[in-house]
């Protein structure tokens, strides 16, 4: 009776391995193995586990994508800050001479500069951004702390500095014009519009102000 007892756990439980059945993920597609047990007539699948060059290629992708965003930013935050300089130091140096006022008219700067900031957004661009400065359903009015968490991000950093330089370099150019139309000094606003735009702006229509009136009195005497 126990020998008959035996036998029938010993038959009851059969085992089958290397059972193939195709996996489909993404684009790719490949076979997992997949062992079934059947014990005391109920049948246990087990879980198959994702291929280790699957997970090692994921891994992989995302490095890459990474490393080439980090690359961007590195080689593009130090190349948009040199790239406005020589325009800030020609209108300091050489405000009046007719190659600073040729550098000047030209819109190229703006138009590359232009490409490079839709670039950096592009690439700084999220699933949440919109969330994120516009967390409120009922208002669009940003708030900080998601501006703040946005801006955590190095990417999104680097095309808000690129976004800075475009108006600020417009700005020193309007300002340049304006010295020239007007024969007023610019040559201490422009530096501060690179530095701080808001006060070098100031600065400028204090000094417009001033020579105005020095202007007004000489006319008097």
């Known amino acids: 009776m126990a020998f008959s007892s035996s036998c029938f756990c010993h038959f009851s439980i059969s085992h089958k391995r290397n059972q193939t059945v195709p996996f489909a993920h993404g684009s790719n597609s490949s076979v997992l193995s997949r062992q079934q047990y059947f014990l005391g007539g109920s049948r246990v699948i087990t879980s198959p586990n994702?291929?280790?060059?699957?997970?090692?290629?994921?891994?992989?992708?995302?490095?890459?994508?990474?490393?080439?965003?980090?690359?961007?930013?590195?080689?593009?935050?130090?190349?948009?800050?040199?790239?406005?300089?020589?325009?800030?130091?020609?209108?300091?140096?050489?405000?009046?001479?007719?190659?600073?006022?040729?550098?000047?008219?030209?819109?190229?700067p703006y138009i590359v500069l232009g490409l490079l900031y839709s670039y950096l957004l592009y690439l700084s661009w999220t699933p949440d951004t919109l969330q994120l400065l516009f967390p409120s359903n009922t208002s669009w009015i940003p708030e900080l702390a998601g501006i703040a968490k946005m801006f955590s991000r190095e990417m999104t950093l680097a095309s808000a500095w690129i976004h800075l330089l475009i108006i600020d370099l417009f700005a020193a150019r309007q300002v340049y014009h304006d010295g020239l139309q007007n024969d007023v000094e610019t040559r201490h606003s422009i530096p501060l519009i690179l530095l701080c735009c808001p006060i070098g702006l100031v600065a400028h229509l204090i000094t417009k102000k001033l020579y105005l009136l020095r202007f007004f009195e000489t006319d008097k005497e």
């Not at 699957?54 to 790239?83: D, H």
């Open 50 to 108: 994702l291929p280790k060059t699957l997970l090692q290629r994921r891994s992989s992708r995302v490095s890459a994508s990474w490393l080439a965003s980090s690359k961007v930013v590195k080689s593009v935050f130090p190349m948009g800050t040199i790239a406005v300089l020589p325009f800030y130091v020609i209108m300091v140096v050489a405000p009046k001479a007719k190659l600073t006022q040729k550098m000047m008219e030209s819109n190229t």
